[in-house]
């Protein structure tokens, strides 16, 4: 047990110092992609097979396990102690087992880069980081890897750093994310300052302590709705909700799989995972509840709509995750904290197939780039040639860009596994049933719902928010499948260029994770349709790890029937919308035109984003920056600068006149000696 | 009586030596005079019932070190200072000092020895200090510090023979 | 039982002032060199007297060894001299001033 849990955590530690050290140091190293791959895999491959032995093993009781003293300071205790129950248990499970597709599928899709060795080595990183954040005993352990995860997340956006932009997307991430990890350090303090002077030898900072009734007493109602409100915030820079959303989409930047993994499946959701660890305390405050519920709808109906007008394919599954995190947050609020984490499992499933699928179109897309400057039909660059006689049309303004959803289209020929994958995968996240993303999202709407029918008004609304949320995403993603694999190729010269389906390495987690995407819903079936283990697995009873709210909620059989029905039409006449209006409606690009039209003069507002960005350009960093410009400037130059160049003066101008004592004649000296003399004896004599 | 006779006569000249040391402008004269204050030292050591200090004091300063420094100006063929040095207010100083450094000494002389242990007879004193003792204690209990000293003595010989080599600095 | 006490160690207070006016005012670096040795006499005094007062051997042998490294220092300091006349050509202190900075 003590050694398995230690194997999990050090392992990607060990293969990802191992593996960044070699590749420092020895250049040679860099160019044995299938050792570095291969080591990089299996310290995720391992851990996740040790981790489904932990789960099997498994009884139902958490188990603490404690290696050593991280800090001691006076009565303060800090352990290194990892905590092995249901909820950490499937968050490693998620974490290492689509961690290990992954890093396979990263296997091919990384070829032939030359920072090989430093992808690996950051993703082993972000994986040990991970573990720590979802297996931690205590608050501060957590704190370790969710800074951790913050690092690795920046150093993977930025991972080919030598474009500005992505080194911006870098910054851009990990300064938004500083704001949401502020407001977990202050959340600390306020505990550290409530648990303290009042337990004896504990300072709550472990969940033992802090999660038990009697200490959550000590709170009171206002500071535990202050603290509840700080891991909120903390959760919203993680898990990129409004306010703090904005970094998400820019995050594409880095590879496909750090999208996929970092950015879809696992990081984005330690904000969730932080609220269901805490739940005993979260559900103490209604208010704030209320407040995650609220925020959660509006981000996922802000971001389904943005996705919509999205051209990239990878900002559309950005904002589609932004959208989905959205709905876990909305059934935290609703009190459902089971299925939040129920669909940050079925979320990563599909999700992170969504992206490897994009993965591999990128990858094709690619091909093709170089092929076609190959030719010269394009520059270097992506440009279109200026020469005439090759000039080509692109169906947008600008260079060609593999990632330009309007560039593709017909590509299922081509790469039959992705498009069939991608298409499971699409059909998931939309929620068709059986397949898992019908379960977990019928399962939110359903919660709202209940919660709204026993008599919580706002609840009604997160569901409307939440249904309406649902066609949108069934809309969006169909399109961006019509988009990319069906109609007519559109790329330049398309009759003589074709790219190709990937290698196995990036097929093979595609059937895997579109296979879970498949099955994993069955773990949480309805309460009509046989009830859900998942539920009995992470709340056993009230011992389990996820708390419930205590009050009964009542909904008649016919009803949640009803929903169920409701589920399932809303999903499919998405799906059918889009697809009729774009597939037989329009082809290609003029099916934007249909979707324009669609919603009018709202579309505006969903391309621009809302202008969120624009607004925090205006009334943070332009201020800041202005305010720094004219305030702190001078005051750097003349107050700061100042002093230092005015010590420096004061010193040289005493030194002038000083140096005068100085003579080199030891007789002055040794006058100053006698004087001294003369001084002691008075001393001695008179005092 | 003859005691106390012996102290000022001895203490007179010894004053009278260091002085004329000081104020001497010929190194030469200023030589001689320590020379005369070394001895009344070494005599003021008789009458303390140290005979063997005494004579020690007679053989090594006024026998050996005085005579290495005679040779020494000799040597150098040092000419006398002129008469009236610039009287400048470092040598005010200095001797206001030097006179404030005095009183105290004699102020702590006066005032503060009430807290020394009670004296011995004199006879007890002289055979503590006897020449059998001083010999016994310097190569039983101090073998080591002599030994030490001799090692220092050798490496200033050394060290002398270096720096007075020609071409050396 | 000597002389009291206080009259040697007047005398030594004396001559060790003596002394220290002879370092302080003299320029001669002979002279200055002498003045140091008059000190040295004076606080051996001291210790004499001390050591008779109490019947203590160890005061002279501190003595003896105070002289051995007056000895020591007189053929080092001589030395010096020596050699400082030589490049300089003379002994005088406020003339030498490699200390200055």
Same mark, same amino acid.
């Given at each position: 047990?003590?050694?398995?849990v230690?194997?999990i955590?050090?392992?990607p530690?060990?293969?990802?110092?191992?593996?960044?050290l070699?590749?420092?140091?020895?250049?040679?190293?860099?160019?044995?992609e299938?050792?570095?791959?291969?080591l990089?895999?299996?310290?995720?491959?391992?851990?996740?097979?040790?981790?489904?032995?932990?789960f099997?093993?498994?009884?139902?009781?958490?188990?603490?396990v404690t290696?050593?003293t991280?800090?001691?300071a006076?009565?303060?205790?800090i352990?290194f102690?990892?905590r092995?129950?249901?909820l950490?248990?499937?968050?490693?499970l998620?974490?290492?087992?689509?961690?290990?597709?992954?890093?396979?599928?990263?296997?091919?899709?990384?070829?032939?880069?030359?920072?090989?060795?430093?992808?690996?080595?950051?993703?082993?990183?972000?994986?040990?980081?991970?573990?720590?954040?979802?297996?931690?005993?205590?608050?501060?352990?957590l704190f370790?890897?969710?800074?951790?995860?913050?690092?690795?997340?920046?150093?993977?956006?930025?991972?080919?750093?030598?474009?500005?932009?992505?080194?911006?997307a870098?910054n851009?991430?990990?300064?938004?994310?500083?704001?949401?990890?502020?407001?977990?350090?202050?959340?600390?303090?306020?505990i550290?300052?409530?648990?303290?002077?009042?337990?004896?030898?504990?300072?709550?900072f472990?969940?033992?302590t802090?999660?038990?009734?009697e200490?959550?007493?000590?709170?009171?109602?206002g500071?535990?709705?202050?603290?509840?409100l700080?891991f909120?915030?903390?959760?919203?820079?993680?898990?990129a909700?409004?306010?703090?959303?904005?970094w998400?989409?820019?995050?594409?930047?880095?590879?496909?799989?750090?999208s996929?993994?970092i950015?879809?499946a696992?990081?984005?959701t330690?904000?969730?995972?932080?609220?269901?660890?805490l739940?005993?305390m979260?559900?103490?405050a209604?208010?704030?509840?209320?407040?995650?519920?609220?925020v959660?709808a509006?981000?996922a109906i802000m971001?389904?709509?943005?996705?919509?007008?999205?051209?990239?394919?990878?900002?559309?599954?950005?904002?589609s995750t932004?959208s989905?995190?959205?709905?876990?947050?909305?059934a935290?609020?609703?009190?459902?904290?089971f299925?939040?984490?129920?669909h940050?499992?079925?979320?990563?499933?599909?999700?992170?197939?969504?992206?490897?699928?994009?993965?591999s179109?990128?990858?094709?897309?690619?091909?093709?780039?170089?092929e076609l400057?190959?030719k010269?039909?394009l520059g270097?660059?992506g440009e279109?040639?200026d020469?005439p006689?090759?000039?080509?049309?692109?169906?947008?303004?600008?260079?060609?860009?593999?990632q330009?959803?309007?560039?593709?289209?017909?590509?299922?020929?081509y790469?039959p596994w992705?498009?069939?994958?991608?298409?499971?995968?699409?059909?998931?996240?939309?929620?068709?049933p059986?397949?898992?993303?019908?379960?977990s999202?019928?399962?939110i709407?359903?919660?709202?719902?209940?919660?709204?029918?026993?008599g919580?008004?706002?609840?009604?609304?997160?569901?409307?928010v939440?249904?309406?949320t649902?066609?949108?995403?069934?809309?969006?993603?169909?399109?961006?499948?019509?988009l990319?694999?069906?109609?007519n190729?559109?790329?330049?010269?398309?009759?003589?260029?074709?790219?190709h389906?990937?290698p196995w390495?990036?097929?093979?987690?595609?059937?895997?994770?579109?296979?879970?995407?498949?099955?994993g819903?069955?773990?949480?079936?309805?309460a009509?349709?046989?009830g859900?283990?998942?539920?009995?697995f992470l709340?056993?009873?009230?011992?389990g790890?996820?708390?419930?709210?205590?009050h009964?909620?009542h909904?008649?059989?016919?009803?949640?029937?009803?929903?169920?029905?409701?589920?399932?039409?809303?999903?499919s006449?998405?799906?059918?919308?889009?697809?009729?209006?774009?597939?037989?409606?329009a082809?290609g690009?003029?099916?934007?035109?249909?979707?324009?039209?669609?919603f009018?003069?709202?579309?505006?507002?969903?391309?621009?984003?809302?202008?969120?960005?624009?607004?925090?350009?205006?009334?943070?960093?332009?201020?800041?920056?202005?305010?720094?410009?004219?305030?702190?400037?001078?005051?750097?130059?003349?107050?700061?600068?100042?002093a230092?160049?005015?010590v420096?003066?004061?010193?040289?101008?005493?030194?002038?006149?000083?140096?005068?004592?100085q003579?080199g004649?030891?007789?002055?000296?040794?006058?100053a000696?006698?004087?001294?003399?003369?001084?002691?004896?008075?001393?001695?004599?008179f005092a | 009586?003859l005691e106390?006779f012996?102290?000022?006569l001895?203490?007179?000249?010894a004053?009278?030596g260091?002085?004329?040391?000081?104020?001497?402008?010929n190194p030469v004269s200023?030589?001689?005079?320590?020379?005369?204050?070394?001895?009344?030292?070494a005599?003021?050591?008789?009458t303390?019932?140290a005979?063997f200090?005494?004579?020690?004091?007679?053989?090594?300063?006024?026998?050996?070190?005085?005579?290495?420094?005679?040779?020494?100006?000799m040597l150098?063929?040092?000419?006398?200072v002129p008469?009236?040095?610039?009287?400048?207010?470092?040598k005010v100083?200095a001797f206001?000092?030097?006179?404030?450094?005095?009183?105290?000494l004699?102020a702590?002389i006066?005032?503060?020895?009430d807290?020394l242990?009670?004296?011995?007879?004199?006879?007890?004193?002289?055979e503590?200090?006897?020449?059998?003792n001083i010999?016994?204690?310097?190569l039983?209990?101090?073998?080591?510090?002599?030994?030490?000293i001799g090692?220092?003595?050798?490496?200033?010989?050394i060290?002398a023979?270096?720096?007075?080599k020609k071409r050396?600095? | 039982?000597?002389l009291?006490?206080?009259?040697y160690?007047s005398?030594?207070?004396?001559?060790f $002032?003596?002394g +220290?006016?002879g370092v302080?005012?003299?320029?001669? &670096?002979?002279?200055?060199?002498l003045? !140091?040795? =008059?000190?040295?006499?004076?606080?051996n005094?001291?210790?004499?007297a001390f050591s008779q007062?109490?019947?203590?051997?160890n005061?002279?042998?501190l $003595?003896?060894? +105070?002289?051995s490294?007056?000895?020591?220092e007189? &053929?080092?300091?001589?030395?010096?001299? !020596?050699? =400082?006349?030589r490049?300089r050509?003379?002994v005088?202190?406020?003339?030498?001033?490699?200390?200055?900075?």
């Amino acid at each position: 047990m003590e050694t398995s849990v230690l194997l999990i955590i050090v392992l990607p530690l060990a293969l990802a110092a191992f593996n960044g050290l070699m590749g420092l140091f020895v250049p040679a190293y860099r160019k044995n992609e299938w050792i570095i791959g291969g080591l990089g895999t299996a310290a995720v491959a391992i851990p996740f097979v040790l981790a489904v032995k932990l789960f099997l093993g498994f009884h139902g009781e958490p188990e603490v396990v404690t290696y050593f003293t991280w800090m001691a300071a006076g009565d303060l205790q800090i352990e290194f102690a990892y905590r092995i129950d249901q909820l950490s248990l499937v968050m490693t499970l998620i974490v290492t087992g689509v961690g290990a597709l992954i890093h396979l599928y990263s296997i091919g899709y990384m070829h032939g880069d030359a920072g090989y060795w430093r992808f690996f080595a950051f993703m082993n990183l972000f994986i040990f980081a991970m573990l720590n954040l979802v297996l931690a005993e205590n608050l501060l352990v957590l704190f370790l890897g969710w800074e951790g995860v913050g690092l690795c997340s920046y150093l993977l956006i930025g991972f080919w750093y030598t474009d500005l932009k992505n080194s911006a997307a870098a910054n851009k991430a990990f300064i938004v994310n500083r704001i949401g990890d502020f407001a977990f350090l202050l959340a600390l303090f306020v505990i550290f300052a409530v648990v303290t002077e009042k337990i004896d030898g504990s300072f709550g900072f472990d969940f033992t302590t802090l999660l038990a009734p009697e200490t959550l007493n000590l709170f009171g109602a206002g500071t535990l709705l202050g603290v509840v409100l700080l891991f909120f915030v903390g959760a919203t820079g993680k898990s990129a909700q409004i306010p703090l959303f904005v970094w998400l989409p820019d995050a594409m930047a880095g590879p496909t799989p750090v999208s996929a993994l970092i950015h879809a499946a696992t990081m984005v959701t330690s904000g969730l995972y932080l609220l269901a660890r805490l739940s005993p305390m979260v559900l103490m405050a209604p208010a704030a509840m209320t407040v995650i519920a609220v925020v959660g709808a509006l981000t996922a109906i802000m971001a389904a709509t943005i996705a919509i007008t999205q051209h990239d394919i990878k900002r559309v599954l950005a904002y589609s995750t932004v959208s989905q995190l959205g709905y876990m947050f909305l059934a935290v609020g609703v009190g459902a904290y089971f299925v939040a984490i129920f669909h940050v499992m079925t979320h990563a499933f599909f999700k992170a197939c969504l992206f490897l699928g994009s993965g591999s179109v990128i990858h094709a897309m690619h091909h093709v780039e170089h092929e076609l400057e190959h030719k010269g039909v394009l520059g270097s660059n992506g440009e279109p040639n200026d020469d005439p006689l090759k000039r080509v049309e692109l169906p947008y303004e600008g260079d060609f860009d593999a990632q330009d959803m309007r560039t593709m289209g017909g590509l299922r020929k081509y790469m039959p596994w992705t498009a069939g994958t991608f298409l499971v995968a699409t059909l998931a996240i939309a929620g068709i049933p059986p397949l898992a993303g019908f379960f977990s999202k019928d399962e939110i709407l359903f919660k709202a719902f209940e919660l709204g029918y026993n008599g919580e008004m706002w609840a009604y609304f997160v569901w409307i928010v939440g249904v309406v949320t649902a066609v949108l995403t069934a809309i969006y993603m169909t399109r961006a499948y019509l988009l990319t694999f069906e109609g007519n190729p559109r790329w330049p010269d398309a009759m003589d260029t074709k790219p190709h389906e990937s290698p196995w390495t990036m097929t093979a987690p595609l059937v895997v994770l579109a296979a879970l995407a498949v099955v994993g819903g069955f773990v949480g079936l309805p309460a009509v349709l046989g009830g859900s283990k998942i539920h009995h697995f992470l709340v056993h009873d009230g011992r389990g790890p996820v708390a419930e709210p205590l009050h009964e909620l009542h909904v008649s059989p016919s009803i949640e029937w009803g929903l169920l029905f409701l589920g399932l039409a809303i999903a499919s006449g998405g799906v059918l919308f889009a697809w009729f209006v774009i597939r037989w409606g329009a082809r290609g690009p003029e099916a934007d035109a249909s979707v324009k039209r669609f919603f009018g003069p709202l579309y505006g507002t969903f391309s621009r984003k809302y202008s969120v960005d624009q607004f925090y350009q205006k009334v943070i960093v332009n201020p800041v920056v202005n305010g720094a410009r004219l305030v702190f400037a001078p005051f750097d130059e003349n107050a700061v600068d100042g002093a230092v160049n005015g010590v420096a003066k004061m010193v040289q101008g005493m030194a002038l006149r000083l140096r005068g004592i100085q003579t080199g004649v030891v007789q002055h000296y040794a006058l100053a000696f006698v004087l001294g003399v003369a001084v002691v004896l008075a001393l001695m004599l008179f005092a | 009586m003859l005691e106390t006779f012996l102290f000022f006569l001895f203490a007179v000249v010894a004053v009278v030596g260091a002085l004329g040391m000081l104020i001497a402008r010929n190194p030469v004269s200023s030589a001689l005079c320590m020379i005369m204050t070394l001895f009344a030292i070494a005599c003021l050591y008789v009458t303390l019932d140290a005979a063997f200090i005494g004579v020690i004091q007679v053989l090594i300063y006024a026998g050996a070190i005085m005579v290495l420094f005679l040779f020494v100006i000799m040597l150098l063929n040092l000419e006398s200072v002129p008469r009236l040095e610039q009287l400048d207010w470092r040598k005010v100083a200095a001797f206001v000092l030097g006179i404030a450094v005095l009183a105290e000494l004699l102020a702590v002389i006066s005032l503060r020895l009430d807290v020394l242990p009670e004296a011995v007879a004199s006879s007890e004193a002289a055979e503590a200090a006897s020449a059998t003792n001083i010999g016994i204690a310097l190569l039983t209990e101090h073998a080591f510090s002599l030994e030490m000293i001799g090692v220092l003595l050798l490496a200033a010989t050394i060290g002398a023979v270096m720096l007075a080599k020609k071409r050396f600095v | 039982m000597h002389l009291a006490l206080n009259w040697y160690l007047s005398l030594s207070a004396i001559l060790f $002032v003596i002394g +220290v006016l002879g370092v302080l005012l003299r320029r001669n &670096a002979i002279v200055i060199f002498l003045s !140091i040795e =008059l000190m040295l006499n004076a606080a051996n005094l001291a210790l004499v007297a001390f050591s008779q007062t109490f019947g203590d051997v160890n005061g002279q042998i501190l $003595v003896f060894f +105070v002289m051995s490294v007056a000895a020591a220092e007189a &053929a080092v300091g001589l030395a010096i001299i !020596i050699a =400082l006349f030589r490049n300089r050509e003379t002994v005088n202190v406020s003339e030498i001033n490699l200390f200055r900075g």
